[in-house]
């Protein structure tokens, strides 16, 4: 028992040994840090004021040495040594600042300062912190660069010299350009190019008053204008026709420097099957023309490498029509039979392009032909046959064009003879009457009629003669001949005709006329006349009875009869009563007009007719506003009318015996008008349109509705058809449903109603039917696939051809109520993602719509969040009193500036991640929040949660007494613990071990095995481990958080027992002596 005794308490022992280097440990450890935390030794703080660290000589340099007290006065050093004040280094009254006023490489090296009382009591500061000082002898010479380092540049570009000072810093720069000084002194200039940058440029470098560099070598800089793009036209012609080939141009200075880019109607053009380009764009290749290809195109040069893009070139617009061109055969003249030995020529017309060249046949069979003329000097039997041409141009890609319409030359063989008929058709005419003879050739057209009389050639050239109020002078042979009026060729004369014209007795007189009778008896001699008049015998001899002046007294009807003999008188009959009647007033002619209108037009034939109803042998007479004119016909015609005819017209008549005259006609107003040109006009609001589109054309012509019109397209007559219309009259066409075919250039021609008056061709529309529907296009500005909340969008719903659009919008499938092609969203949010869609629509009759364009989808992302945490750790608030905050943009690797706010107001600091807050800058709880901010998208992120500081000062002076609380409480129970265990005796009757086995070394206890420590045997005794717990439920036991300690043996219970009369004292054990 004795000796498990000794051993529990050789084991006591060796757990307070344990105890008190633990507590040494934790001791010597809080001293040594409350050491460190509250270090006081001072160090004052060195600043260079001047703003570098490097000098050259005699430049100026200033010191300052700072402390947070005013009772110091400062030592200063170089290079370890101290530094007197002399004439160049000047010292203040405390010594704070040191001015050196002008440097020499002497001057160069370390600078300290040191700090000490002013009354010299007490302890001198540590050093301060070290400034290194560089001096040089001499100013460096800067060196010039320029970027892009070319020494030709073109007006627009930007070039930026730079001057580069490699030694020190702080340097101004100096920019010379031909000598003269530049504005900008900054290390890099940029200059926008134009002629006047044209110069040789350098520089210097300065900084304080004192220094300045040599100046730097000269760089000269050349500038010219960017050159225009030539847009020329390789193949000889613009308007190409399907699958032709076309080949333009560009050229800039003639140099291979430069790339160029090709538009069409403001698109870029790219290469595919059809359109090729060469290595650098300068020559665009359509090798198969189709409607597709037309429109305006331009060029741009670009060149290489560079910035430097050119306006466009002069445009060149290239037309693709939609078919081949229809060649036209004209004969000339147009004679349906010819005549051997006349002339003809024909004539193959292609209104459409140039270059062409012409191919002839006759029957199918080639003709050596060149040019569009093919003239026959000469027709003949063999030259009868069908005419065709047609037209070819290109030679490395020859195009050919269908055939012209045949034209068939008829050729007959014999020599025409006119036919000539008369009306009336009597054997006789009377004088008086009216007459009129016909010629016609039957074959043919074209003739001039000629009229011969007795073989004597009359003054008329109609194919009709009228002899009106014929007389016995009109007796005779006629006959009449033909002439081509445009070959002269001559038919035979036609069978004569003779004209056997008969006197007659007057039947009508007016007062105041000489008329004479005569009695005539034509056989035998001898005879005496006898006279009646109204049967009542008159007292005249002879065979004639004059009336000098007739008057109502002698009207009546007189006869005649003859008488001879005087042994048996022989009497004849009566002869045929011949009456005179006696008009009592004076006859005034009628006269009419053909044809009967208000108004006629140039080119027109028009013909007045003057009539006396009573008796005949009227000569009459016209006269044209008042004037005589060398007109004694009846009638008055007016061929091919002009503006002189207009005026007003009338007639009289005289007796062609008598000279009795009549009075005038009523005046008639001859009105002539040019023909008015017809008007064309576009009822739909657009000439180039799509397929099944409606259009509508309008011809108009002076406001009325005597005219009808005819339309022609491409100088072919229209003709309507199931999609082609007219009006009643033709003055509007309307194409209900447009197509390719329906492409071309219109016209229109009026026709007056009833009369052969036809106007000249209106102006011409030109309607272009694009092959399909038009693309629509849909552009997003700016062009961000992804979009943060607060940004602005614009999308443009683009159409390049044509006018008169309205624009429809969608937002995924669905409409959106905008109007205009533009649609702008001033702050996108997530609401507006999606995929946007427009097409177009146009016409109210008969609305078109265009397709969809292309989809652009918007993607609208949140902004990413900027975040505040606190980088000062709570280790650190017994060295400080500052709190440093830092702001970061959650999942992000981009660099961020940051603007940081308190309360709501921006705090005016740099653009750092990192604030710190001290209780100067805050001495109240304050709200801070951050926000990032870069050059790139997205250019700000979200605010940052609001982050709420604390009273740093308070803060910090708790936790030090907390801290200091906790450390000298454990100190003080450490003291009272050895104070205790020296001080305490043991008591009496108490067994007290040896002292010499109170602490028993470690060699000791190595070598005593025969009482082992109990801690040892539960460490190494596997079955006592695994046992420990139940014992220790049953026993008792000392235990850590995880280890537990257990008495497993009657021993060891003893040595508890004995524990058991130690007494506590405010958890202090002490043991019993």
């Avoid at 009354?119 to 970027?147: E, F, M, R």
């Avoid at 000339?332 to 002339?343: A, L, T």
């Avoid at 060398?630 to 009338?650: Q, R, V």
Wanted: proline share 4%; aromatic share 10%.
């Amino acid at each position: 028992m004795t000796q498990l005794s000794s051993t529990a308490s050789t084991c006591a022992a060796q757990w307070k040994m344990w105890l008190v280097k633990v507590f040494s440990v934790i001791c010597f450890t809080a001293v040594y840090a409350a050491q460190g935390l509250q270090d006081d030794t001072r160090r004052p703080t060195l600043k260079l004021l001047s703003p570098w660290q490097d000098f050259f000589e005699k430049e100026s340099v200033e010191f300052s040495c700072e402390d947070d007290s005013y009772d110091w006065k400062f030592t200063w050093y170089r290079n370890e040594k101290k530094i007197e004040a002399d004439m160049d280094q000047n010292l203040e009254e405390d010594q704070s600042y040191l001015n050196i006023s002008s440097v020499t490489r002497s001057y160069q090296g370390v600078y300290a300062c040191q700090a000490l009382p002013m009354n010299n009591t007490g302890n001198s500061t540590g050093l301060s912190n070290k400034v290194n000082v560089t001096v040089y002898d001499k100013t460096p010479k800067p060196t010039v660069s320029k970027v892009p380092d070319f020494n030709l540049m073109y007006v627009g570009e930007t070039v930026n010299f730079t001057c580069k000072v490699d030694v020190s810093s702080g340097w101004k720069y100096q920019w010379y350009k031909d000598g003269n000084e530049l504005p900008d002194t900054s290390e890099t200039i940029s200059i926008h190019l134009g002629l006047s940058g044209k110069a040789e440029y350098w520089c210097k470098a300065t900084r304080g008053e004192t220094t300045s560099t040599d100046i730097s070598e000269k760089i000269q800089q050349d500038v010219l204008e960017i050159p225009v793009p030539s847009l020329k036209l390789v193949t000889p012609w613009l308007d190409v026709f399907p699958t032709e080939r076309v080949k333009l141009s560009c050229g800039m200075d003639g140099t291979s420097k430069w790339n160029y880019t090709w538009y069409k109607d403001g698109l870029e053009v790219r290469a595919d099957d059809v359109v090729s380009f060469d290595s650098n764009g300068a020559t665009l290749s359509i090798s198969s023309a189709s409607a597709a290809h037309a429109g305006q195109y331009i060029c741009k040069g670009h060149l290489k490498d560079r910035s430097v893009n050119r306006n466009s070139s002069s445009g060149l617009t290239l037309k693709v029509y939609d078919k081949k061109p229809t060649v036209i055969l004209t004969q000339d003249p147009e004679y349906k039979v010819m005549f051997p030995g006349e002339s003809v020529s024909f004539s193959c017309h292609l209104n459409v392009s140039t270059g062409w060249e012409y191919l002839w046949y006759k029957d199918s069979d080639p003709l050596t032909v060149s040019g569009n003329q093919y003239p026959i000097s000469s027709v003949g039997i063999t030259t009868k046959g069908s005419y065709t041409c047609r037209a070819k141009r290109g030679s490395d890609q020859e195009f050919l064009t269908d055939s012209s319409q045949a034209v068939h030359l008829e050729v007959e063989g014999n020599k025409p003879k006119p036919s000539m008929t008369q009306q009336p058709d009597v054997n006789k005419v009377y004088t008086g009457e009216s007459v009129s003879f016909e010629c016609k050739v039957e074959i043919s057209s074209g003739w001039v009629y000629h009229w011969y009389k007795d073989g004597t050639s009359l003054p008329i050239n109609n194919n009709s003669f009228n002899i009106h109020d014929a007389t016995l002078s009109n007796n005779g042979t006629y006959e009449c001949m033909a002439i081509r009026d445009k070959t002269t060729y001559s038919t035979e004369h036609s069978d004569s005709w003779i004209l056997r014209v008969s006197g007659s007795r007057v039947q009508g007189d007016v007062p105041g006329e000489s008329v004479s009778f005569s009695c005539h008896l034509n056989v035998s001699t001898g005879w005496e006349y006898l006279w009646y008049k109204d049967s009542d015998p008159l007292t005249v001899s002879g065979n004639q009875y004059p009336i000098s002046s007739v008057g109502i007294t002698t009207r009546g009807s007189y006869t005649c009869r003859a008488k001879r003999g005087s042994d048996q008188e022989f009497l004849t009959d009566s002869s045929q009563a011949v009456h005179l009647e006696v008009e009592g007033n004076k006859p005034k002619p009628s006269m009419t007009q053909q044809p009967d209108v208000n108004k006629v037009y140039t080119g027109e034939s028009v013909s007045f007719e003057c009539k006396v109803e009573i008796s005949s042998g009227w000569l009459y007479h016209w006269y044209k506003d008042g004037t005589s004119l060398p007109i004694n016909n009846n009638s008055f015609n007016i061929h091919d009318a002009t503006l002189s005819n207009n005026g007003t017209y009338e007639c009289m008549a005289i007796r062609d015996k008598t000279t009795y005259s009549t009075e005038h006609s009523d005046s008639w107003i001859l009105r002539v008008s040019e023909i008015p040109v017809p008007s064309l006009k576009v009822v739909t609001p657009w000439l180039d349109v799509f397929p099944t589109e409606s259009v509508k054309l309008s011809c108009v012509m002076d406001g009325t509705s005597d005219w009808t019109y005819r339309w022609f397209k491409d100088r072919l007559e229209v003709q309507a058809d199931d999609v082609a219309s007219f009006d009643s009259i033709g003055a509007t066409l309307s194409i209900s449903s447009a197509s390719a075919a329906h492409a071309g250039q219109y016209i229109c021609k009026g026709h007056l109603k009833d009369r052969s008056v036809n106007s000249s061709s209106s102006s011409g529309l030109t309607l272009k039917v694009y092959d399909k529907k038009p693309t629509v296009i849909l552009t997003q500005d700016p062009e961000y696939k992804v979009m943060f909340p607060g940004e602005s969008v614009s999308f443009s719903c683009h159409l390049n051809v044509s006018t008169g659009w309205e624009y429809l919008w969608y937002k995924d499938s669905d409409p959106l109520t905008v109007s205009g092609n533009q649609y702008p969203i001033s702050s996108v949010g997530k609401t507006n993602r999606g995929s946007y869609t427009c097409r177009a629509k146009r016409g109210s009759d008969q609305e078109f719509l265009t397709d969809s364009s292309q989809a652009v989808h918007l993607e609208v992302e949140e902004r990413p969040l900027a975040d505040i945490t606190l980088l000062t750790g709570w280790s650190e608030v017994f060295s400080t009193d500052s709190l440093v905050l830092r702001c970061r943009v959650l999942e992000s690797q981009d660099v961020w500036n940051y603007t940081w706010w308190k309360e709501g107001q921006p705090i005016n600091v740099s653009l750092s991640e990192k604030y710190t807050v001290t209780p100067e800058n805050n001495p109240e709880q304050s709200l801070y929040t951050c926000q990032g901010n870069r050059t790139g998208r997205p250019s700000y992120s979200k605010t940052s949660d609001s982050f709420k500081t604390k009273n740093l000062l308070l803060k910090r002076r708790v936790l030090l007494s907390i801290s200091g609380f906790i450390f000298f409480a454990i100190i003080a129970i450490f003291i009272g613990c050895i104070v205790l265990r020296v001080f305490r005796k043991p008591g009496n009757g108490e067994d007290k071990p040896e002292e010499t086995e109170l602490f028993l070394t470690m060699a000791q206890l190595k070598d005593r095995d025969d009482a082992p420590c109990p801690l040892v045997q539960y460490i190494t005794d596997a079955e006592l481990n695994a046992s420990s717990k139940q014992e220790a439920d049953e026993n008792g036991m000392i235990s850590g958080e995880t280890t537990s300690l257990p008495i497993s043996s009657q021993e060891d219970q003893a040595v508890t027992s004995e524990s058991h009369d130690t007494t506590e004292n405010n958890g202090l054990v002490s043991f019993k002596q």
